[in-house]
């Protein structure tokens, strides 16, 4: 039986690039996302090139479907020996504080922060039993770096940010990796990046915050570095200036 990556928030940036990966490495891959078309279309893409992946279309701003999506992946391939986790939808809209309600953050405090702690409290047990297992959660850079007029997301993903890092040190010793990726950056061919004009884009790539671009293969390497050397629980793109690094647990 192959290992498995369940690709929660898959996209044709990121998440097309870490099937690759991982399938390069005798992974099926499971590919979680709302728009169904797409998400069917990219299965068959990464089918003929021999990757042996599925759709599994839902909603994960619906909190209370998380483990029924969980047992979906796991009726078709029998486990789930890594999570990434990556909603990063085109044209989400920073929102200053001051004008932050809780209706609205409410949405996102359920699908960045409560539908992955439920995803990995499905996983986990599983995980542990065996010995091994990864659970990676991408995020943007607010939720490491606030600050005035660009929140919204930031303090969701924050939420989940904290979560990884407690939870790396609870679940390391079982053999387990939980780490994060925080990114000032776009990934290119994703959803945001094809969303932008190209005005858009040459004022974002012209100095201002979150002025990078990021290629998806290359990030994709990183995720399996993260996984396999487990050395680092957060990754950050691009690294801030005097920004320690962040050690994780040599156990296994």
């Given at each position: 039986?192959s290992?498995?990556?369940?690709?929660?928030g898959a996209?044709?940036?990121?998440?097309?690039?870490l099937?690759r990966?991982f399938?390069k490495?005798?992974?099926?891959?499971?590919?979680?996302a709302?728009n169904?078309?797409r998400?069917?279309a990219?299965?068959?893409?990464?089918?003929?090139e021999g990757i042996d992946?599925?759709a599994?279309?839902a909603?994960?701003?619906?909190?209370?479907?998380?483990?029924d999506?969980v047992?979906?992946?796991k009726?078709?391939y029998?486990?789930?020996?890594v999570?990434s986790?990556?909603p990063?939808?085109?044209?989400?809209?920073?929102v200053?504080?001051?004008?932050l309600?809780?209706?609205r953050?409410?949405r996102w405090?359920?699908?960045?922060?409560?539908?992955?702690?439920?995803?990995a409290h499905?996983?986990?047990p599983?995980?542990t039993e065996?010995?091994?297992?990864?659970?990676?959660?991408?995020?943007g850079?607010?939720?490491?770096d606030?600050?005035?007029?660009?929140?919204g997301?930031g303090?969701a993903?924050?939420?989940i940010?904290?979560f990884v890092h407690s939870?790396?040190?609870?679940?390391a010793?079982a053999?387990v990796?939980?780490?994060?990726?925080?990114?000032?950056?776009?990934?290119?061919?994703?959803e945001?990046?094809?969303a932008m004009?190209p005005?858009?884009?040459?004022e974002i790539?012209?100095?201002?915050t979150?002025?990078?671009i990021?290629?998806?293969?290359?990030?994709?390497?990183?995720?399996?570095?993260l996984l396999?050397?487990r050395?680092?629980?957060?990754?950050r793109f691009p690294?801030p200036?005097?920004?320690?690094?962040v050690?994780a647990?040599r156990?296994?």
């Open positions: 039986m290992k498995v990556l369940a690709v929660f996209g044709s940036g990121l998440g097309t690039a099937a990966r399938g490495e005798g992974f099926s891959v499971a590919l979680v709302r169904a078309d998400l069917h990219m299965a068959a893409e990464l089918a003929a992946a599925t599994f279309p909603d994960l701003s619906d909190t209370a479907r998380a483990e999506v047992g979906a992946v009726a078709r029998g486990r789930i020996d999570v986790y990556q990063l939808p085109g044209g989400t809209a920073f200053p504080a001051a004008e309600d809780a209706v953050l409410g405090v359920n699908l960045f922060l409560l539908t992955p702690v439920a995803i499905s996983v986990l599983e995980m065996r010995g091994s297992g990864g659970f990676i959660v991408t995020g850079f607010t939720a490491a606030p600050q005035p007029f660009i929140s997301i303090p993903m924050a939420g940010r904290n939870l790396h040190g609870e679940v010793g053999g990796y939980a780490g994060v990726v925080t990114l000032a950056a776009l990934i290119r061919d994703s945001a990046y094809k004009t005005e858009q884009l040459a790539t012209g100095g201002t979150g002025a990078h990021i290629d998806p293969a290359e990030l994709a390497d990183t995720y399996w570095r396999t050397d050395d680092q629980i957060e990754y690294v200036a005097a920004q320690p690094h050690p647990s156990h296994r």
